[in-house]
């Protein structure tokens, strides 16, 4: 069977302080489309809704616009722009770079989870 969803008609959309995440939710897959606004920073915006220290999602994203600089808890990081696809386990936090929102699309299922109250 074949599912198709838009992500303009998302299933949930979550808000938290300077972003939302939209979600679509379907057969062995939950897609995020997270927008960050310029300021937001995962350890400001969405520590206090997840209760963790740092993000404890895995992403695997692709970046449509603007720019995000991840630093996971071993210090590593790296900025990631449009058209790139990344990879982030969990244990780290992001900020927007610039003055551009960045809109990331998460395709890892995490989304099922992230920015959700525990």
């Known amino acids: 069977?074949?599912?198709?969803?838009?992500?303009?008609?998302?299933?949930?959309?979550?808000?938290f302080p300077m972003g939302h995440l939209d979600v679509c939710n379907l057969t062995g897959l939950t897609f995020g489309t997270a927008t960050f606004e310029p300021g937001w920073r995962w350890s400001e915006s969405v520590k206090p809704i997840a209760g963790t220290d740092s993000c404890e999602v895995h992403h695997n994203?692709?970046?449509?616009?603007?720019r995000l600089h991840i630093r996971m808890n071993d210090g590593s990081e790296a900025e990631i722009g449009p058209g790139e696809v990344f990879v982030a386990p969990p244990g780290h936090d992001a900020?927007?770079?610039?003055?551009?929102?960045?809109?990331?699309f998460d395709f890892a299922g995490g989304a099922a989870e992230y920015a959700r109250a525990t």
């Open 1 to 15: 069977m074949i599912e198709v969803k838009s992500i303009d008609k998302p299933d949930e959309r979550r808000d």
């Open 95 to 104: 900020w927007v770079v610039g003055d551009e929102s960045c809109v990331v």
């Open 61 to 66: 994203g692709f970046v449509v616009k603007g």
